[in-house]
């Protein structure tokens, strides 16, 4: 009868959803990630308000695998929350490539047009340019934000019940 009785929570018992991680119990609402926007890219960070952990950025992107794969790359989900920011950081890396390229073309022609005082043949080259590279590296940046949701998604299975 006792077993069917639900445990209290207080703050001293860890609660049910939590995962031994190197001795240390963490719950769900402090341990788990979450997917914040920024101006530069996606920010991963901890718990509802808590501390960034990663960031996928749109311009200069980093290795952000160690943090999505978290302390122990024997928890469940570990492996393929690495695998999924491996390619989160694969398709980053096009769609920054493709979207500084874009920017420095616009920046190129603007600059041409400005000392011009007109825009040239080469100027409008330049702009379409800039703009089919831009337009080319939306699909790559949104992949990109699919694969590190998934990511975060194995990451935080480990802490689900």
Do not use: K
Not at 10 to 23: F, I, L, Y
Not at 118 to 134: E, P, T
Not at 142 to 147: E, L, N, R, V
Request: aromatic share 6%; proline share 6%.
């Amino acid at each position: 009868m006792l077993a069917a009785l639900p445990r209290s929570m207080d703050a001293q018992q860890p609660s049910a959803d939590v995962e031994p991680a190197g001795g240390v119990e963490c719950p769900y609402s402090a341990c788990a990630l979450g997917i914040a926007p920024r101006w530069n890219g996606l920010a991963v960070v901890r718990g509802g308000d808590g501390p960034q952990v990663a960031n996928l950025n749109f311009f200069w992107p980093r290795d952000i695998t160690a943090s999505l794969r978290g302390q122990s790359a024997r928890a469940p989900g570990a492996d393929s929350a690495a695998a999924h920011a491996r390619r989160a950081m694969r398709l980053r890396r096009i769609g920054a490539a493709l979207t500084d390229a874009g920017v420095a073309a616009l920046a190129g022609a603007a600059i041409g047009a400005l000392r011009a005082g007109h825009v040239r043949r080469s100027d409008g080259v330049l702009l379409g340019a800039a703009g089919a590279a831009l337009g080319i590296s939306v699909p790559f940046q949104f992949a990109a934000d699919g694969a590190l949701s998934r990511a975060v998604w194995w990451h935080n299975r480990r802490y689900a019940r």
